[in-house]
């Protein structure tokens, strides 16, 4: 099958007019890059100074854009790039493989990524930055979307700060690309990041090769692209008054076909001086007797413990701290008076909120929740059910959400912990530490004492935290010096002092900006 594949770059204005509201500019209708980096750029509210533009692409292929509010973009002007011509991404959304062929070399920033690019729309620019911190906004769009994800052709960008990509998928490492950020019948990856505006295609290649789009189809939204991510932000730390050299780029990958794009906010380019301080507490729930729980808090910068309210009959055995607002969140085990295996919010004055009784998708009653973690890319809530196993629940979507099983399992897990990047879930059995990958579940270490580990917890420097049955201690785990199946390393944990509760059911590490 001959399947044609773009690079991209950034994404500009089309100007071209039909019923749609969006429209572009590109270089080829009288747009310099110059007025590109004006139109990125706030200086006036900034102070960032910029210079050495430069562009290498089509000249089609950049631009403006705006009108892309109501085509459901998220962002209503600002500068476009794409492996194919900007003005393709005009709506109605008219085929499934809208594509432009330039023939151009790709970006060898963009292959250092995962494979070999072409059609790559190249700009780029030196800035002085005032401020110690940048960030910009973007969406990511693309016509490989859905039917060529997970494959080879995965088309790629990436907005690299002297040579390091800042376009990643939030609170992660990993760059926004087709497969990573998508959701389709065979696979998802960060779903809650993908707004799908899928044009029904063949599924299969023979038709794909021959059939013609179906005239009149109408898609969720109005852009051409079959799926776009959500309105994201790239962010860097930088350092005022150092010369900076940004380059945004997007190109095909494994081919010159099926046309991809970003489209960045304009004056969305700011640096400001963080004056904020961030502060880190580690909150905990005790067990205070068969179903008494005490919750307390340890401020990691005066290294002082405070108590909390206390829960009496509720037997809350799971903790955890959503990624994005920090709430709390808490799980009931089977001894709780008020119910078994029911969600609590937890608000900042410690009143609970009970969001009800949690089911399977087959409706049946999960009774013992041990354990709780937010993944960090998704925001998804992962759980373990004594005697059920592991299971992920939409706590946004309480009280109708039903909780997925992923892994059916009748061990004793005491509670779990996602690493920042999630790859790794962390599961607590009993003196073991398991490690979940997404698809299998392995054992990880050993404490050598044999002592029962009761909680775990991520920091935001993902260390993996743990408290032990008995101990009033936290303590890390070395990650650099355990060894898969050998014995854990463990240390007090530096800067959370002796707590004097030695029955930890659950902790939730939470860092805010005062």
């Known amino acids: ?283 905990a729930v005790h067990d205070e007797g068969l179903n008494d729980s005490q919750l307390f808090v340890v401020d990691i910068e005066t290294q002082t413990v405070s108590d909390g309210p206390q829960y009496l009959r509720y037997d809350l055995e799971a903790f955890d701290a959503a990624p994005v607002d920090k709430s709390l969140y808490a799980a009931s085990g089977k001894d709780s008076e008020f119910g078994p295996g029911i969600i609590f919010q937890i608000d900042l004055q410690g009143q609970l909120t009970s969001l009800d009784h949690i089911f399977f998708e087959d409706n049946t009653q999960i009774t013992d929740i041990s354990g709780l973690s937010f993944n960090p890319d998704t925001g998804i809530l992962w759980g373990w059910a004594q005697k059920q196993g592991l299971f992920r629940l939409d706590v946004d979507n309480l009280p109708n959400a039903k909780a997925q099983l992923k892994w059916p399992s009748t061990i004793t897990v005491e509670d779990l912990s996602w690493n920042l990047n999630s790859t790794a879930l962390y599961l607590a059995q009993q003196h073991n530490i398991l490690r979940y990958d997404g698809i299998n579940v392995e054992q990880f270490c050993a404490l050598p004492n044999g002592a029962k580990i009761e909680a775990l917890e991520t920091t935001d420097e993902d260390a993996l935290l743990l408290a032990i049955d008995g101990d009033d201690v936290v303590y890390e785990l070395d990650l650099a010096q355990t060894t898969q199946g050998g014995d854990c390393v463990i240390e007090p944990a530096p800067n959370i002092p002796a707590t004097s509760y030695e029955d930890m059911e659950g902790m939730a590490w939470v860092c805010i900006y005062e």
């Open 1 to 283: 099958m001959f399947h044609w594949k773009k690079s991209i770059t950034l994404i500009a204005l089309v100007s071209c007019s039909n019923s749609f509201a969006l429209s572009t500019t590109d270089l080829t209708q009288g747009v310099t890059p110059e007025n590109l980096i004006a139109e990125f750029i706030d200086t006036s509210k900034s102070g960032v100074t910029f210079s050495d533009i430069k562009y290498q692409g089509a000249n089609s292929a950049i631009g403006l854009f705006q009108g892309g509010l109501d085509d459901g973009l998220g962002i209503e002007e600002g500068i476009m790039l794409s492996s194919g011509r900007i003005s393709n991404a005009i709506g109605p959304n008219k085929c499934y493989k809208t594509t432009t062929v330039y023939k151009l070399p790709g970006d060898e920033s963009l292959d250092a990524l995962g494979g070999s690019t072409h059609d790559a729309a190249v700009l780029e620019f030196d800035f002085v930055p005032k401020g110690d911190s940048l960030e910009f906004n973007y969406v990511f769009a693309s016509e490989e979307y859905i039917e060529w994800t997970t494959s080879k052709f995965n088309d790629v960008f990436g907005f690299f700060l002297d040579g390091q990509n800042i376009a990643l998928i939030p609170n992660t490492t990993t760059p926004v690309a087709i497969n990573s950020i998508h959701s389709t019948p065979w696979s998802e990856e960060n779903p809650s990041l993908y707004r799908d505006n899928n044009y029904p295609f063949p599924w299969t290649i023979k038709e794909y090769n021959k059939a013609a789009c179906q005239a009149g189809t109408e898609t969720p939204f109005k852009t051409e692209f079959d799926g776009f991510t959500t309105v994201l932000t790239a962010s860097a730390t930088v350092i005022p008054d150092q010369t900076y050299h940004l380059k945004l780029v997007v190109a095909d990958r494994g081919d010159y076909s099926l046309d991809s794009a970003v489209f960045i906010q304009g004056k969305s380019f700011t640096t400001v001086k963080n004056t904020k301080k961030k502060r880190c507490k580690l909150h």
